[in-house]
């Protein structure tokens, strides 16, 4: 991405989550974003630990949630979770089950 316009080239722009695995393929690029809140739309929304990848919690209607990043096809938001695995890590939530509050 240009520093100067910040718009994506067409290359970032092919750049978006894969694999048929449910692992995804390491082929999504993520812009920052301001910290921002946003609120569950959907009666239960999966977090995943990359666009199209494994679940790792899930979030019910209403929860509220800072996100931190956006993918460069605009469909998934970055934020920071607790891992229930231990630790804390990224997440990644589909932008469509939600809305800015």
């Not at 690029?29 to 899930?58: F, H, M």
């Not at 979770?81 to 890590?89: K, S």
């Amino acid at each position: 991405m240009s520093e100067e316009n910040k718009k994506l080239n067409d290359e970032e722009l092919k750049q978006i989550a894969g694999g048929n695995d449910g692992m995804g393929d390491g082929t999504f690029s993520v812009v920052d974003i301001p910290d921002t809140w946003v609120r569950v739309t959907a009666s239960e929304l999966n977090c995943r630990y990359w666009p199209n990848g494994n679940i790792a919690k899930t979030y019910e209607y209403g929860h509220r949630l800072k996100v931190d990043g956006i993918t460069t096809d605009g469909l998934w938001y970055r934020l920071w979770i607790y891992n229930p695995q231990g630790g804390e890590c990224n997440g990644y939530i589909y932008k469509a089950y939600t809305e800015p509050i």
